[in-house]
């Protein structure tokens, strides 16, 4: 098993940063990957960036130029850092890690989101 935990979401002005964290804990070893979806209003939930342990990183098209996920594998932590938010950023953002079950197979653990509002 694994536990994730977000934090960082908020309100913000548009033009404005934030910088979403997400820990994890428990099953860590078994972890290959860890990203970032989210959730808009009314919409499916999506990718936003993901980062392999090998540092291999993944970006929705339309978000590679002002968002960037990194992490520290020393603190089980992987970060989004946001930057020139707008008003369509805002959703709820979710902290997902895959478990390498086999080769082919890999097991989804999500956080319970933290929301990011961008609104003046």
């Known amino acids: 098993q694994v536990q994730l935990a977000e934090s960082g979401g908020g309100l913000v002005q548009p033009g404005g940063s934030l910088r979403l964290s997400c820990a994890a804990s428990?099953?860590?070893?078994?972890?290959?990957?860890m990203g970032w979806y989210r959730q808009p209003p009314g919409n499916q939930r999506e990718l936003v960036a993901s980062?392999?342990?090998?540092?291999?990183?993944n970006y929705a098209d339309s978000l590679k130029a002002r968002f960037t996920i990194s992490r520290d594998n020393a603190k089980n932590t992987v970060y989004l850092q946001m930057n020139n938010l707008k008003p369509e950023d805002t959703a709820v953002y979710y902290c997902?890690?895959?478990?390498?079950?086999?080769?082919?197979?890999?097991?989804?653990?999500w956080g319970k989101g933290t929301l990011v509002t961008v609104s003046s």
């Open positions: 997902n890690a895959k478990q390498a079950v086999s080769a082919s197979i890999s097991l989804d653990y």
């Open positions: 428990g099953s860590i070893l078994s972890i290959s990957a």
């Open positions: 980062i392999s342990n090998g540092g291999r990183t």
